[in-house]
């Protein structure tokens, strides 16, 4: 064992992975070095004994080294982990990868490993309750854009409110905004988030007339059917509740339960408006196959078809994601088989991107077509009908859940639907002649949109389909140099 070294990280992942560089390039073992780190040191962390905030040191300059995808791709979310040992669980790891271990992370058994997996998923969990709990309230300011600028007061559990700027930037792209807590506070103009220091919860207003809004919701969809108090609380932690304008509801709500009840038995059974409910959380790719055919999140499941799940590498760098499948490809249980499946096919080969090594999937899982009786006693034919938003809406939990459990580097969205399932509705298809631009998704750092090669096979002429094929092409190619040498990434 060599001399013990204490090193102060600044508490961020970068920090921490140029002093990981550096002690492995130093061949610092792991039970020989400690991690300070000035954020979970700091009042309120889980370090420090005397609660003393040390000063942060930089790294000494040390190359990079290749890592598996896998640890490079989760380490930055295990490292929002408010706890003390997050540091030296994610250095134990990676000096064992460093050792030879490549295959660390498929050992459910190894105790890091078992502690890496339940401090990824407190930190996925407490990024569900910020998206479901954070509620902004309307203060004037004549800086906004629109002289108004919502601001909302949050208590994360974990240190993930710069990870999820980016959900409420997609989220809510057209106000200006601003998501208060106690470790920072992220800010958005229109053009850029600013992240600035964490600030004490008068610091937000109070309410606002958007409060009613809120409680009309809430109470809207307030289910007595499902009343379970333990559960609501477990869901809903009482933390929360000072920040939730509907919770004060909750008494009034329960005491209508009976009455509502009744209502309820007497009315007839209502449509699904969300495929959720028949979603399992944190189900393999095969096991929300195996779910798909059960659902009834939307009234295209009683037309009678299969619905489809994509096709693809769990691990796959790239995602390309359609509208729905056609009449070919439900018959054959397949994504792009079709006509447009050999347009996309041709692309992709021209591009230089390996079908296999893509996973292909649709925004909407069914079928949606009308039936049309053809002349002359010819029989019936199945034509392809465009899905709404609401059925994109509605189906966007099953790629949610996709999406979570590839993880793409890269996507490529086809077609004006596939576009608005991640972008929202005001989305725009981008024109035969624009250069293939990249923006970030919920989904991807790296998400682009373009023609789906069915709207290129209808295209009115064989110039504007050749443009809208280059474009097709030029996109694809753009994503293989989004991406990194396939099975891993740099630490």
Known sequence: ????????????????????????????????????????????????????????????????????????????????????????????????????????????????????????????????????????????????????????????????????????????????????????????????????????????????????????????????????????????????????PETAQIPDLLAAVPARLEEMARSSRRLAESAAPFVPAGASLQELRSALPDCEGCELHRLGGRPLLGEGPADASVAIVGEQPGDMEERAGRPFVGPAGEVLDEALAAAGLPRERVYLTNAVKHFRHEVRVEPEGRGKRRIHKRPSVQHASRCQPWLDAEMERVQPSALVLLGVSAGRSVFGPTHRSPAPGDAPQPRSSRYARATWSTFHPAAILRARDAAAAERMRGHLVATLQATTEAVSEPGREHA
């Open 1 to 244: 064992m060599g001399a013990r070294r204490v090193v102060v990280l600044d508490g961020t992942f970068d920090g921490w992975r140029d002093w990981a560089r550096a002690l492995l390039r130093d061949g610092v073992a792991a039970e020989d070095v400690e991690f300070v780190d000035v954020l979970r040191s700091a009042p309120g962390g889980e370090g420090g004994l005397f609660g003393a905030t040390p000063e942060p040191v930089a790294a000494p300059s040390a190359p990079p080294f290749g890592v598996p995808k896998a640890f490079a791709r989760r380490a930055p979310t295990v490292a929002c982990f408010r706890g003390a040992d997050v540091w030296a669980v994610l250095y134990r790891l990676v000096a064992r990868i460093a050792s030879g271990e490549r295959d660390v992370l498929d050992d459910p058994l190894d105790p890091d490993v078992v502690r890496f997996q339940r401090m990824e998923k407190d930190v996925r969990r407490d990024a569900h309750k910020m998206h479901a709990f954070v509620r902004f309230r309307r203060i004037e300011n004549e800086a906004a854009r629109n002289g108004e600028r919502f601001v909302a007061w949050y208590r994360p559990s974990h240190l993930i409110v710069e990870r999820e700027a980016s959900f409420f930037r997609n989220r809510f792209p057209s106000m200006d905004w601003s998501i208060l807590t106690p470790d920072a506070s992220c800010h958005w103009d229109g053009a850029e988030v600013r992240i600035t220091p964490g600030v004490d919860r008068d610091a937000a207003p109070d309410g606002d007339e958007l409060e009613e809004l809120w409680c009309a919701y809430y109470a809207s969809i307030f289910n007595p059917a499902r009343v379970m108090l333990s559960a609501m609380k477990a869901e809903m932690p009482a933390k929360f509740w000072d920040t939730m």
